[in-house]
């Protein structure tokens, strides 16, 4: 996802403040940038009845950004038992969750 002119404003003047405090290299995810681009996604796909997307736990297995998804209505795509755990502790449960053992 391309990082916004918005974000970067806010982010961009406190980058050196971060890293002094957290070390490198770090991650910083832009909430809403997160939820503008779901909301696109819903807004993309609403009109196919039953469509659901499912976030991918293996990409971003961070409980803060499932917590996000779950909010805006994804289901979660595990592929392991960790992952499976991991979306059960954000509240995932049967028709939340797909699991595909691959």
């Not at 070390?23 to 995810?29: K, N, Q, R, V």
């Not at 997160?34 to 659901?52: C, D, N, V």
């Not at 297995?61 to 909010?71: A, D, G, K, T």
């Amino acid at each position: 996802m391309p990082m916004s002119e918005a974000f970067k404003k806010r982010v961009f003047p406190l980058l050196p403040q971060l890293a002094a405090h957290y070390g490198t290299p770090f991650h910083i995810y832009d909430e809403a940038g997160i939820r503008a681009t779901g909301e696109r996604l819903q807004k993309a796909f609403a009109g196919i009845p039953g469509f659901r997307e499912y976030f991918a736990v293996k990409a971003l297995p961070n409980r803060r950004i499932q917590e996000l998804m779950q909010q805006m209505g994804f289901g979660f795509d595990c592929s392991s038992i960790p992952e499976l755990v991991l979306a059960r502790q954000v509240g995932g449960q049967g028709e939340d969750i797909m699991f595909t053992s691959n």
